[in-house]
C-alpha cells in the first residue's frame, strides 16, 4: 500500500465508499445498514495492525482468523511478485501441474498428519468443504454403495457459504432465506457445547455423552445411508466450541466402527491456530479427509486445500473414469508460492510452539481476568483462539435474550477502544494473528474489559443487571 492510497483525502475516502456502497453487495451484511451508513474504507495493515480513515485498531480477529503470519509481510509480496513475472497464471486440468503447486505438495506432505498422502487444491473453505463432501460420494460410489449419501454435521457448525456447504451449517439463520434447512443430505447431531448444554455433567463425561448422540442418529438413520461425518476440531465462527478431551476420540471410534468417513474441517484450526500444526493433534484422533484454507497462505493469497488418506485416495485414483470436479484457479502458482512462503514463515520462525509454549498460554491467563465481571459466564480458550461468554446468571448459566444484541454492542464499544473482536451470539470471539505480542493481549483484554464494563452499566441502569 503506497502512501499516496494512503493518506487519501476526506473527499475522495467518501467517492469511494458511495461508489462502493452504489453497486457492491457485502458478504454476512444487512444491506440496510450499508443505506444508513457508508463502508467503512480499510487501507493499509502491517502486523497486528489495520488503519482506516485515519483510525487504527488492533486486529484481534486476524481479518476472519487469517492473517496468522500478520499483515504486510514484504517477502510474501516479493514471491507472489517473482512468480507472476514467470506464469501469471496456467491451469490444473488434464494433467498439468506447475512448479509452485508441486514445492507446496512437498511442504505439505511434510507437515500434514502421516494419513494424508494426495491433497486437491481449491480457493476457499467452502469450496473445500464441497470437495470433501462430492468425493465422499464417490468414495461410497465407486465401492458399490451409492446408498451412503448423507453427511452428518453439528449444531453451531460452520462449513461454508455453497450451497452443500451451507446445508451443514449449523444455525438456522444461515438456512432460511435460501432453503437449505431442508437439504435432505444433511443431518444434525448436539455440539459438544458443555456450558450450554452440559447440564450437571462433568466437562469430560459430557464429551462422551455428545459423541454419543452422534451414533444414536446413526443407529436411527442407518449406516448403510451414511456417507460422513464432518466436524471442526474446534467450532470457532459460531462460539469457539471447545470440546473436552473425551470427545474427539470417541467420536472416531464411532465413525470406524459404523464404517463412516469422518471429515476433520480444519480451515480455522489447520496450521498453527490450537498450537500444534493441526487440531487433530491436540484433539488425538486422525480423519479420512480433512479441509484447509484460512491459514495455508496467511489470507495473502485465495487458496485452500481438501486432503485424503489412502483408503479414500485409492478408490478416487481408481480405474473408473475421469475425475469430474475442479475449479479454473485450482493450483494457481501464485497462490501456491505465496502459501509455500506463508509455511516456510511458520516454521523459521517457530510460531507454532510459540503458540503453544507462550503466546497462548499467555493469553489465556489474561483473558481469565476478564471472569471478574458479572456477565462472563466462561471463557473458553485453545491455543490462540478464545470464546468469551456471556451470561445473565453465573450459577444457572443462563444466557440473555439475543433480541438484546448484547455482543454486538460490546463489539461496537471495543471497536471505540480501538480493537477488532466479533460477536456471535452470545459470545465475543478473538482470533489474534500469531505474531501477537504480550503488550497486544494486555491491550486487547484492556481495552475489551472497558468494552464490557460499559454495556453492563447500561444494563445495569436499565435494571437488566
Given at each position: 500500500?503506497t502512501?499516496?492510497?494512503?493518506?487519501?483525502?476526506?473527499?475522495?475516502?467518501?467517492?469511494?465508499q458511495?461508489?462502493?456502497?452504489?453497486?457492491?453487495?457485502?458478504?454476512?451484511?444487512d444491506?440496510q445498514?450499508m443505506v444508513?451508513?457508508?463502508?467503512?474504507?480499510?487501507?493499509?495493515?502491517?502486523?497486528?495492525q489495520?488503519m482506516?480513515?485515519?483510525?487504527?485498531?488492533l486486529?484481534?480477529?486476524?481479518?476472519l482468523?487469517?492473517?496468522?503470519?500478520?499483515?504486510?509481510?514484504?517477502?510474501?509480496?516479493?514471491?507472489a511478485?517473482?512468480?507472476?513475472?514467470d506464469l501469471?497464471?496456467y491451469?490444473?486440468?488434464?494433467?498439468?501441474?506447475?512448479?509452485?503447486?508441486?514445492?507446496?505438495?512437498e511442504l505439505?506432505m511434510?507437515?500434514?498428519?502421516?494419513?494424508?498422502n494426495?491433497?486437491f487444491?481449491?480457493n476457499?473453505?467452502?469450496?473445500?468443504v464441497?470437495?470433501?463432501?462430492?468425493?465422499?460420494?464417490?468414495?461410497?460410489k465407486?465401492?458399490?454403495?451409492?446408498?451412503?449419501h448423507?453427511?452428518?454435521?453439528?449444531?453451531?457448525a460452520y462449513?461454508?457459504?455453497?450451497?452443500a456447504s451451507?446445508?451443514?451449517?449449523?444455525?438456522?439463520v444461515?438456512?432460511?432465506?435460501?432453503?437449505t434447512?431442508?437439504?435432505e443430505?444433511?443431518?444434525?447431531?448436539?455440539?459438544?457445547?458443555w456450558?450450554?448444554f452440559?447440564?450437571?455433567?462433568e466437562?469430560?463425561?459430557?464429551g462422551?455423552?455428545?459423541?454419543k448422540?452422534?451414533?444414536?442418529?446413526?443407529?436411527?438413520?442407518?449406516?448403510?445411508?451414511?456417507?460422513?461425518?464432518?466436524?471442526?476440531?474446534?467450532?470457532?465462527?459460531?462460539?469457539?466450541?471447545i470440546?473436552p478431551?473425551s470427545?474427539?476420540?470417541?467420536i472416531?471410534?464411532?465413525?470406524?466402527?459404523?464404517?463412516?468417513l469422518?471429515?476433520?474441517?480444519?480451515v480455522?484450526?489447520?496450521?498453527?491456530?490450537?498450537?500444534e500444526?493441526?487440531?487433530?493433534?491436540?484433539?488425538?484422533?486422525?480423519?479420512?479427509?480433512?479441509t484447509?484454507?484460512k491459514?495455508?497462505s496467511?489470507?495473502?493469497?485465495?487458496?485452500s486445500a481438501?486432503?485424503?488418506?489412502d483408503?479414500?485416495?485409492?478408490?478416487?485414483e481408481?480405474?473408473?473414469g475421469?475425475?469430474?470436479?475442479?475449479?479454473?484457479?485450482?493450483?494457481?502458482?501464485?497462490?501456491?508460492?505465496?502459501?509455500?512462503?506463508?509455511?516456510?514463515?511458520?516454521?523459521k520462525?517457530?510460531?507454532?510452539?510459540?503458540?503453544r509454549?507462550?503466546?497462548?498460554?499467555?493469553?489465556k491467563?489474561?483473558?481469565?481476568?476478564?471472569?471478574?465481571?458479572?456477565?462472563?459466564g466462561?471463557?473458553?480458550?485453545?491455543?490462540?483462539m478464545?470464546?468469551?461468554?456471556?451470561?445473565?446468571?453465573?450459577?444457572?448459566?443462563?444466557?440473555?435474550?439475543?433480541?438484546?444484541?448484547?455482543?454486538?454492542?460490546?463489539?461496537?464499544?471495543?471497536l471505540?477502544?480501538?480493537?477488532?473482536?466479533?460477536?456471535a451470539?452470545?459470545v465475543?470471539?478473538?482470533?489474534?494473528?500469531?505474531?501477537?505480542?504480550?503488550?497486544?493481549?494486555?491491550?486487547?483484554?484492556?481495552?475489551?474489559?472497558?468494552?464490557?464494563?460499559f454495556v453492563?452499566?447500561?444494563?445495569?441502569?436499565?435494571g437488566?443487571?
Amino acid at each position: 500500500m503506497t502512501e499516496k492510497t494512503w493518506n487519501v483525502s476526506l473527499t475522495e475516502i467518501q467517492k469511494l465508499q458511495a461508489l462502493d456502497r452504489q453497486a457492491h453487495l457485502h458478504s454476512f451484511t444487512d444491506p440496510q445498514a450499508m443505506v444508513q451508513a457508508p463502508p467503512f474504507l480499510m487501507q493499509k495493515a502491517a502486523g497486528s495492525q489495520v488503519m482506516g480513515q485515519g483510525i487504527q485498531l488492533l486486529d484481534a480477529m486476524a481479518g476472519l482468523g487469517n492473517v496468522n503470519i500478520g499483515y504486510g509481510r514484504a517477502e510474501m509480496a516479493e514471491v507472489a511478485y517473482g512468480v507472476m513475472r514467470d506464469l501469471s497464471y496456467y491451469h490444473t486440468f488434464a494433467g498439468i501441474t506447475n512448479p509452485w503447486a508441486a514445492r507446496l505438495t512437498e511442504l505439505l506432505m511434510e507437515i500434514v498428519p502421516s494419513q494424508f498422502n494426495k491433497v486437491f487444491y481449491a480457493n476457499s473453505g467452502s469450496e473445500a468443504v464441497e470437495t470433501a463432501i462430492k468425493m465422499a460420494r464417490l468414495y461410497w460410489k465407486r465401492e458399490g454403495r451409492e446408498d451412503k449419501h448423507l453427511i452428518i454435521s453439528r449444531d453451531f457448525a460452520y462449513h461454508g457459504s455453497t450451497i452443500a456447504s451451507s446445508a451443514l451449517n449449523g444455525l438456522r439463520v444461515m438456512h432460511e432465506d435460501f432453503g437449505t434447512e431442508t437439504s435432505e443430505d444433511a443431518l444434525h447431531v448436539e455440539a459438544p457445547f458443555w456450558y450450554r448444554f452440559g447440564g450437571e455433567m462433568e466437562f469430560e463425561e459430557f464429551g462422551r455423552y455428545a459423541a454419543k448422540c452422534l451414533e444414536e442418529k446413526i443407529i436411527e438413520v442407518g449406516a448403510d445411508n451414511i456417507a460422513a461425518f464432518i466436524g471442526e476440531p474446534v467450532q470457532a465462527t459460531l462460539g469457539c466450541i471447545i470440546p473436552p478431551k473425551s470427545y474427539w476420540p470417541e467420536i472416531e471410534r464411532i465413525c470406524r466402527d459404523h464404517d463412516i468417513l469422518l471429515i476433520a474441517d480444519e480451515v480455522v484450526t489447520g496450521l498453527g491456530r490450537t498450537g500444534e500444526w493441526f487440531g487433530q493433534e491436540t484433539f488425538n484422533f486422525s480423519a479420512d479427509i480433512m479441509t484447509l484454507a484460512k491459514g495455508l497462505s496467511s489470507g495473502y493469497q485465495a487458496i485452500s486445500a481438501t486432503l485424503f488418506n489412502d483408503r479414500v485416495a485409492s478408490v478416487i485414483e481408481g480405474e473408473q473414469g475421469v475425475l469430474q470436479h475442479g475449479f479454473t484457479t485450482s493450483a494457481h502458482p501464485v497462490a501456491c508460492a505465496v502459501a509455500a512462503q506463508n509455511i516456510k514463515i511458520l516454521q523459521k520462525e517457530k510460531l507454532i510452539e510459540r503458540i503453544r509454549d507462550d503466546i497462548g498460554p499467555y493469553f489465556k491467563t489474561k483473558l481469565e481476568e476478564l471472569l471478574d465481571i458479572p456477565i462472563i459466564g466462561e471463557v473458553r480458550t485453545c491455543g490462540l483462539m478464545a470464546g468469551i461468554e456471556l451470561c445473565q446468571d453465573k450459577e444457572t448459566r443462563d444466557q440473555y435474550p439475543l433480541e438484546y444484541y448484547l455482543c454486538q454492542h460490546i463489539a461496537q464499544a471495543a471497536l471505540e477502544t480501538g480493537v477488532i473482536v466479533r460477536p456471535a451470539g452470545n459470545v465475543i470471539v478473538t482470533c489474534p494473528p500469531f505474531i501477537f505480542t504480550h503488550e497486544d493481549v494486555d491491550a486487547l483484554v484492556r481495552r475489551l474489559r472497558r468494552a464490557i464494563e460499559f454495556v453492563h452499566d447500561r444494563l445495569k441502569a436499565e435494571g437488566l443487571a
